[in-house]
């Protein structure tokens, strides 16, 4: 990157060796690529949707700095394309891991390690200055996982807000939307709390939440009613006072919800005393597919 830390840097297209396609999405192609000697991700954006969105992603991720979430190195143009230079990370996201067709074991301790990775990097945006941010999106799709399941980092920056703006678009995905965002009406950073309790049960419970109905209009009245998806179907090893945690972020009452960092205090308690269950994954993530070692 350049000096300035809002200012992403050019990279020439001729300095970028392309190669598998690692996923589509609604802006585009991702790719793997190689630039330098550095393996990397491209996101190749569909011509006509370099809009405002776009931008703000590329203006969000060029003034971030952090662990859990994915770096930009750079932008570059090539037959009046855009491409975004960003981190590969080999993993796949969580909502492959979780829902692939094999399924991978992991204990306790790596769902709630995720959970706490998640926290830190929104954790992290919600404290920025002189702007802190919301992302607006946490969902496991938004999480890429490194280090065979060991390390995760947040992607897409195309919902995120500056937090000083007064906000009421319906924006993110139903499954995890807080009631607030449904309803249209004014929200804050604790949106984002509640998808992060959302994520967290999809990862306790191997399930996606509100998995039983069919439409986002059924979707949207079971989260503005007040439903929420059963504590009793999480892992049978998940303590009490992480079920709690959760109910409390989800909580219809914004203003009841738990700040970011609150849920990182709780959880790095718990990752201090059961670290010696953090081991790499037998798993690896080849062709969209998830698969053994």
Excluded at 212 to 235: F, K, S, W
Aim: hydrophobic share 40%.
């Amino acid at each position: 990157m350049t000096d300035s830390a809002t200012v992403p840097e050019i990279i020439p297209f001729e300095d970028i060796a392309l190669g598998e396609i690692l996923g589509r999405g609604y802006y585009g192609q991702v790719y793997k690529a190689v630039w330098g000697d550095l393996s990397i991700a491209v996101k190749r954006i569909k011509e006509g949707f370099e809009d405002k969105e776009f931008k703000r992603e590329v203006n969000q991720l060029s003034k971030i700095s952090h662990e859990n979430i994915i770096k930009l190195y750079g932008v570059s143009i090539h037959e009046r394309t855009v491409h975004l230079l960003i981190e590969y990370v080999d993993g796949g996201s969580l909502h492959n891991f979780l829902h692939a067709e094999w399924k991978p074991s992991y204990t306790l301790a790596h769902a709630i390690n995720w959970g706490l990775q998640i926290a830190k990097g929104v954790a992290y945006l919600h404290a920025m200055k002189p702007k802190a941010v919301i992302h607006r999106d946490i969902k496991a799709l938004n999480s890429l996982l490194g280090q065979r399941g060991l390390h995760l980092k947040i992607c897409d920056f195309g919902t995120v807000v500056d937090m000083t703006n007064s906000m009421s678009t319906d924006r993110g995905t139903a499954l995890y939307m807080a009631p607030e965002v449904c309803r249209g009406k004014h929200y804050t950073e604790k949106c984002d709390v509640h998808s992060w309790a959302m994520t967290l049960w999809e990862i306790l419970s191997r399930r996606q939440p509100y998995g039983n109905l069919i439409t986002h209009y059924q979707v949207t009245m079971a989260v503005i009613t007040g439903e929420r998806p059963p504590l009793d179907q999480v892992r049978v090893d998940c303590p009490e006072h992480i079920k709690l945690l959760m109910r409390d972020c989800w909580d219809m009452d914004p203003s009841r919800r738990h700040s970011m960092q609150d849920v990182v205090t709780v959880l790095k308690e718990f990752i201090t005393n059961n670290e010696n269950q953090l081991k790499p994954l037998e798993y690896v993530f080849r062709n969209q597919e998830v698969l053994p070692l």
